[in-house]
């Protein structure tokens, strides 16, 4: 069943207040584009989330979603990416 934010949160916890997007990097380790035929395709062979390298299981595809570019660009990036975790907590935050 999929877990989603909830529109009718009561007021945001502090944290909440300095919460920031991820940066989220896809990239070829060890390479660098250059103007050769060829030299600017790249092969990303690692994941990292706020400059973390993380595991994605084999055969999962990472997703950046449409991205559409005009007037308005403060638009947030979509990325859905297939992880392993060695933990996954849901809990009220006072039992924490």
């Given at each position: 069943?999929?877990?989603?934010?909830?529109?009718?949160t009561p007021e945001p916890s502090p944290a909440a207040l300095n919460a920031a997007a991820a940066v989220i990097e896809i990239v070829e380790r060890n390479q660098t584009t250059d103007d050769t035929p060829g030299g600017s395709v790249i092969l990303p062979n690692e994941v990292r989330i706020n400059g973390t390298p993380i595991l994605i299981?084999?055969?999962?595809?990472?997703?950046?979603?449409?991205?559409?570019?005009?007037?308005?660009?403060?638009?947030?990036?979509?990325v859905t990416v297939t992880m392993f975790a060695r933990r996954v907590t849901i809990a009220a935050e006072g039992d924490l």
């Open positions: 069943m999929p877990l989603c934010a909830s529109s009718t299981p084999d055969g999962e595809c990472i997703r950046v979603h449409e991205m559409t570019f005009g007037e308005r660009n403060d638009e947030p990036f979509l």
